[in-house]
C-alpha cells in the first residue's frame, strides 16, 4: 500500500551535505499500524515528511496506493494530502478557533457544504471523546484533549493514511497510552493505515503491528514488533528494546550473582504470547532436579501479543544445558547465555 524504493535525501547546506535518509526501502501494508523508531537525528522526520510530500527524495520513490508521491505536482500533492493527513508533537491547532472550528477547517478548504461540515465535525467530536468540548478553544483543554482535536482535523477528509509525528511525546505516560488506544481504535473502525515516528519504545510495543529501527538515516532493522522485542539483532534495538524493560538493576545483579555464585551461567529465557503464562520452566527444572536462582523477570503485551524474560542463574554442565535448551525450544522458550 505505502512502497518507499531507495529513498536518500540529501540536504544541501552551505558548510556540507548532510544525508538525512539513506537509501531506505520498506513496504507498508493496508490497515497496518507502522512505527518508525530511532534516536534523535536518525532520519524519520524526513522519511515520513516525504510520505505526504513534505519533502522530496534526492533519489529513490515514495508511492501511496497508486500514486507516485516523489513526482506529484503541487496542486495534485494538496488534493493528496487530503488522504494522506498528518498529526504532530505540539498539535499544530489554530489558537483563535474553536474545537469545531479547527476540526472542520480542512473541510471548509476541500469545499464540503455547511451542513454536511457541521454533521461530519459532530461525528469525529464523538468519535474523539470530546462530546461537549465542541465551543472550547485550544487554550482550555489539557495536552491529551488537544491531540484528540488534532486527530480528529486529521480525519476529517477521510484519509487512508494517517501520519503521526512524535504525536505523544509531549504528553504524560497516561495520557500516551489513552491516545495510542484512540488510534487503535480509528484504525479499526475507519481501516486506516497509520505510520507513526517515536523516540519512546513504549509507543512502538503498544500499539505497532510492525516497526522500522533507523540510524544514521538507514533502517538498520524491521520486523514484527513482538520480534523485535523478543530476538533483536542491532544495537540500536537491543538498546530500545532494554530501555522499555528498563532492567538496569537486572545488570547490577548479574555482577553480584556472578561475584556469589562464580560457577553459575546466567540464562535469559524468552517466551512469547501464552507460553510466557505456562509453568514450562519449572516442569523443566523439576525434571532436570536443577536448583536456580530467579535473579529477575517481566512480561509486558505488544498490541495483541504478551511476551516475557526470565533471568536464572543455574549451576549447569555443558551437557545439561543443551538438553536444557532443547527441552525448553520445544515449548517455544529461547535461551540465551548471558555474557
Ligand atoms: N532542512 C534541513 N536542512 C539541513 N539538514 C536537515 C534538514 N532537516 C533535517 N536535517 C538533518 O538531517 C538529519 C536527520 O534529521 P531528522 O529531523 O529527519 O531526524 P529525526 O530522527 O527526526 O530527529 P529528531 O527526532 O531530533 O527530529 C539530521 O542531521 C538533521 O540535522
Redesign the pocket.
Known amino acids: 500500500m505505502i512502497d518507499i524504493r531507495n529513498a536518500t535525501k540529501i540536504?544541501k547546506?552551505k558548510s556540507s551535505d548532510?544525508q538525512?535518509?539513506d537509501d531506505v526501502t520498506l513496504r507498508i501494508e493496508q490497515g497496518e499500524i507502522f512505527g518508525v523508531i530511532?534516536?534523535?537525528?536518525?532520519?524519520?522526520?524526513?522519511?515520513i515528511r516525504m510520505l505526504n510530500g513534505l519533502e522530496q527524495p534526492s533519489s529513490g520513490e515514495v508511492v501511496i496506493g497508486e500514486d507516485i508521491i516523489s513526482t506529484m505536482n503541487r496542486a495534485k500533492l494538496r488534493k493528496k494530502r487530503q488522504k494522506v493527513s498528518m498529526i504532530f508533537q505540539h498539535f499544530n491547532l489554530l489558537w483563535s478557533r474553536t474545537v469545531e472550528e479547527n476540526i472542520s477547517f480542512p473541510l471548509e478548504i476541500a469545499g464540503v457544504p455547511k451542513k454536511e461540515r457541521q454533521q461530519r465535525v459532530a461525528d469525529l467530536i464523538d468519535l474523539v471523546g470530546l462530546t461537549g468540548r465542541g465551543n472550547n478553544y485550544p487554550s482550555q483543554l489539557s495536552g491529551g484533549q488537544k491531540q484528540r482535536v488534532g486527530i480528529a482535523r486529521a480525519l476529517s477528509n477521510n484519509p487512508e493514511v494517517l501520519l503521526c509525528d512524535?504525536a505523544t511525546s509531549a504528553l504524560d505516560p497516561e495520557t500516551t497510552d489513552e491516545v495510542l488506544d484512540l488510534l487503535v481504535k480509528i484504525r479499526d473502525e475507519m481501516d486506516l493505515t497509520i505510520v507513526l515516528?517515536t523516540?519512546e519504545m513504549h509507543v512502538i510495543r503498544k500499539i505497532c503491528d510492525r516497526a522500522a529501527v533507523?540510524e544514521n538515516?538507514r533502517v538498520v532493522e524491521t520486523g514484527p514488533v513482538i520480534k523485535l522485542f523478543q530476538n533483536p539483532e542491532h544495537n540500536v534495538t537491543k538498546r530500545f528494546v532494554k530501555d522499555d524493560i528498563n532492567d538496569e538493576e537486572t545488570a547490577l545483579s548479574f555482577e553480584e550473582v556472578r561475584e556469589m555464585f562464580p560457577t553459575s551461567k546466567i540464562l535469559k529465557l524468552g517466551f512469547v504470547g501464552s507460553q510466557s503464562k505456562a509453568p514450562i520452566v519449572s516442569q523443566v527444572v523439576k525434571k532436570y532436579n536443577l536448583d536456580l536462582n530467579i535473579l529477575s523477570g517481566n512480561i509486558k503485551r505488544t498490541n495483541n501479543e504478551s511476551y516475557g524474560h526470565l533471568y536464572v542463574a543455574i549451576d549447569i554442565n555443558e551437557a545439561d544445558l543443551a538438553n536444557l535448551e532443547a527441552e525448553l525450544a520445544e515449548h517455544a522458550v529461547t535461551v540465551e547465555v548471558e555474557g
Open positions: 540536504f547546506t548532510i538525512a535518509v530511532g534516536y534523535s537525528g536518525a532520519g524519520k522526520s524526513t522519511l512524535e515516528i523516540h533507523m538515516g
